[in-house]
C-alpha cells in the first residue's frame, strides 16, 4: 500500500502508460540535465546582469553559498528518488509527502514554471540567431523568425527517442563548456591590472541591499538539477543513477559557475567589474574575449552561445513533455496526453502541448508588445525576463514544497529516526528556499526590469500563485468528484501495475 490510497485505484489500462526504460544511462542522463543550466547564457547573461543591477563584486561566492543550500536539499531529494521513480518528479513527490491535493497544485505550478522558462529562452534566442545573420550573412531578419523555427525544430525532436536528444544535448553541451573553459583560462593568464585578486570571496563583499536579488538571479542559474528525477523512468537503475546524477549536478553548477563568475571579475578587475558590467551588459564576456583571444574565437563564442540556448530549449521542452505525459496518465490531462509515441516511446503529445504553447506566447509577444520606437530589444528582452523570473520562482516554490514533502513522507513511513539526518537538511534547505522565496517576490520589480511601484511586480509572480492556488482547487474538486482519479495522482505507472497484480490475486 502507497500513502494509503492504493485500494481506492479503478481501472486503469496502461499499456502505452509508461516511458521505455533503460533508454538513457548516467553519462546521457547528466548531459541532459546539464544542457538547462546553459552555461554560455549563464556567464554571457545572468553573470553580467547581476554584477550591473545589484552591484555586488562577491557573486561568486554566492554560487557556492546556493551550492550548499541545494546540497542540503538533496540529500531528501535524491533519497526519495530511490523510493519513487515517476516523471511527474515535482508531482509525485509531493504527492506522496503531502497528499493528492498538493501534487495536483505541483503539477500545474511545474507545467506553468517549465513552459515559461522554456518560452523566454526562444526570445534571447530569436534575439541573437538575428544578430548572427545580419551580422555574417546580411540577412535581416525579425527575432520571431528564428524563434519560431526553433520551436518547429525542438518539437521535432521532443518526438524522437530521449537517447537520440541526449546525443545532441551532449555535444552541444560539451562545445559550450569548453569555450566558457577557454575564456576561464585566457582570464586568469591575462588578468586586470589588479591581478589574480580573491576579492570576490570574500564575504565583505556581500553586504548591501541588493544581496536578495542578487540571489534569486543566481539560483536560476542552477534550474536543471532537479529534472534528473523526470528521467527515472527511462534511466538504467534509476534508484542510483537519479541520487548520482543530482549531486554531480549540483557540485559542477556550483564549481563552474563560481570560477567562471571569478574569472570575470578578474578579466576586468574586482573595482571595476560593476561599471564594467553595467556600461556593456551580455556583451561584456564577448569583449573580454576578444581582447585576449581575438576576433575569430568570439566569433566562435557567438555561434556556440546560440548553440548553447537551443540546447536548453530542448532539455526543458523534454521536461515539460514529460510534465504533461504523468499529469495525462494521472488523470490531471486528457488520457491523450499519457500515451506514448508507438515508434519512439517518447511522450509525443505532451511535445506537441509545449510547442503549441511555445508558438503562443512567441507570436503573442511578436504582435503585442509595445516596444519603443526604434528599440527592436524590447519585446525580446521583456519575453526573456518576464518569462524566464515567472519560470525561477515557480521552481523555487517546487523546491521548498519538496522539501517539507520529503519530510512528511519519511515520517508517514515510520522512518524518521533513521532518516533524521536528511530530515534535518530537508528542513534546512526548505526554510532557506522560503526566505528566498520571499525577497523574489519583494524585489520582483527590479527581477523584470521594472519601475518601482509597477504592477508587473504584482501579475507575474501572481501567474505562479494563481497556478498553484488553481491546481490545489483542481485537486479538491477530483477528490469530490472522481476520486479514483485524484488517488493516482503520485502514483504513476505504480498505479496500473499494482492494479494488474491485484487482477491477479483475485483470478481463479
Known sequence: MLNGRTSEI?????HDRALRADRIGMTGLLLS???ASAPLMVVAGVMPTTFAVMGIVGQPLIFVILGVVLALFSFGYAEMSRHVHNAGAFTAYVARGLGGTAGAGASVVALVAYSAMQTGVYGIFGFELSLLLADHLGI???WWIPALAAVALVGALGWLKIDLNAK???VLLLIECLMVAVFDVAAVADPAPAGLSLQAFDPDTLTGAGLGTALCFCIAAFVGFEQPAVYAEETSRPHVVVARVTFLMVGFVAVFFAFSSWALSVAAGPSRIVHSAQQEGPALLFSLTEARLGAGFTDVLHVFFVTGMFACLLSFHNVVARYAFAMGREGLL???FGRTSPTSGAPAHGSLLQSVISVVVVVAFA?????PAGDPTAPVLHLFTWMGNVGALGVLLLLAATSVAVIAFFVRRGAARAQMWRIASSAAAGAALVVIIAIAVVDFDVLVAAGPGSA???ILPGVIGVAAVGG???GRVLRSVKPEVHARIGLGNEAFQLEKAAAADTTP
Do not use: C, Q
Not at 10 to 14: E, I
Not at 367 to 371: A, E, L, Q
Open 10 to 14: 479503478s481501472t486503469f489500462k496502461g
Open 33 to 35: 540535465v546539464l544542457a
Open 140 to 142: 535581416d531578419t525579425p
Open 168 to 170: 545532441v544535448l551532449g
Open 334 to 336: 486528457p488520457s491523450a
Open 367 to 371: 504582435v503585442t508588445d509595445g516596444r
Open 456 to 458: 508587473l511586480s504584482r
Open 472 to 474: 490545489v482547487i483542481y
